[in-house]
Every structure is written in C-alpha cells, then in structure tokens.
C-alpha cells in the first residue's frame, strides 16, 4: 500500500494534482510499456502489459517460470520467486494517475502443513518502497488462489505532475514445507500464466495537474 511517507514525498514535487470526479478519465491514449523486468520470476521477455480500451486500469502477463516449489526435484532457490517491473506510463496530458488497486492471481498446490504467501510493494522512481503487503495460504490447497492489495482513495499516491518517473512494482511468491515431508511431497505456487491470461491487474485513479 502506498505510505504516508510517500504521500509526502509527493506533496513536496514541483507541482500538486488537483482533485478531479470521480469518473473523470482522460480521454486520451494511456501507454503502460516495461522497460525492465528482472527477476527469477520474469525471465526476459516472459512478461506482457496491456491496457484497458477505457483507461481504466492495465494489466500484466507473466508467461512462463514463476513458479515457487518445494519438494522432489526441486533446487533450494525455487521456494523463493520474485519479478521487478519498472514500467513507463504515459498519461495524457493534463493528468496524472495512482493505484488505487492492484489485483493478483494464480494456481497453488500446497500439502497438508505447508506454506505459502504472496506480496508486493510499489512505489515511483526515487521514492522509497512501501512496506510489502504479504497474503499467506495454509495447505492443504488446490486449485485457484487470488489476492487484493487496495488503498483507499484519499491515500493515493500520485506520480508527479510534469516530471516522469517509472512506476515499479516488485513481487513475490514463496512456499515452505512447514510440517510435510519435502523428500516424498511436492508444494508449489505459481504466477505464470502460458495461456496468456492476466496474472495480475492494476486499477488507475486519476487527478488533473
């Protein structure tokens, strides 16, 4: 969630939006395009971003390889994944924007004493990260998982008016045996998608310079 000391990070930035409605959304192309993704969860050119025809929120894809695992035949480095996206977005102008939330999905498999949890963090080019926001899964478990990271609109964050910075959004997956047995029973939590569906998806909110 975005922090206060974020919220003061922005009100000392050249310029301050200005409260718009509700329901006012630029009318204009908005262009969410990754510049980086690094990550034992992203590998290159893995991940995907589009964004909604009504500006109303975008969404990522992560294609392949993010997936935490323990168990037979997996590597000690595979209970922790994590993806850092650094992403430019292009507003029009006269606007700015917030997250006002950000939604996750995937698929778990979890045995009877095992763990796992699922967090993120945000934050703009040359602030400080929030504090990560972890939602935790207790086996046994199958099937669907999905999580919300939402703040309320007055707490918003907004990028700065009229000095362009990247909005970076880092996350992670990880499991724990806990109480199974690692050496007979397989844990895992994934966050990839090959078919191409959204993993992850990011309500804007919108103010005028």
Known sequence: MITTMLAL???LSMQTPTATAADEVPAGRVTVHVVTANGSGCPAGSTEVHVADDNSEFTFTHREGYVAKVGPGAD?????KNCQLSLDVRVPS??????VRAEYSGRISLAAGAQAWQGADYYFQGQTPTARRIH???????GDWATADVTDPGSVVYAP???HRYF????????????SNPQTTASWISMDSPDRNPNGRFRFIWKRC
């Open 136 to 142: 935790p899964f207790t086996g046994p478990q199958r």
């Open 94 to 99: 006269g606007f700015t924007f917030g997250i």
């Open 168 to 179: 970076n959004v880092n996350t992670a997956l990880r499991v724990s045996a806990g109480t």
């Open 9 to 11: 990070a922005v009100a």
């Open 161 to 163: 008016c009229n000095d």
């Open 76 to 80: 000690p480095t595979d209970i922790r």
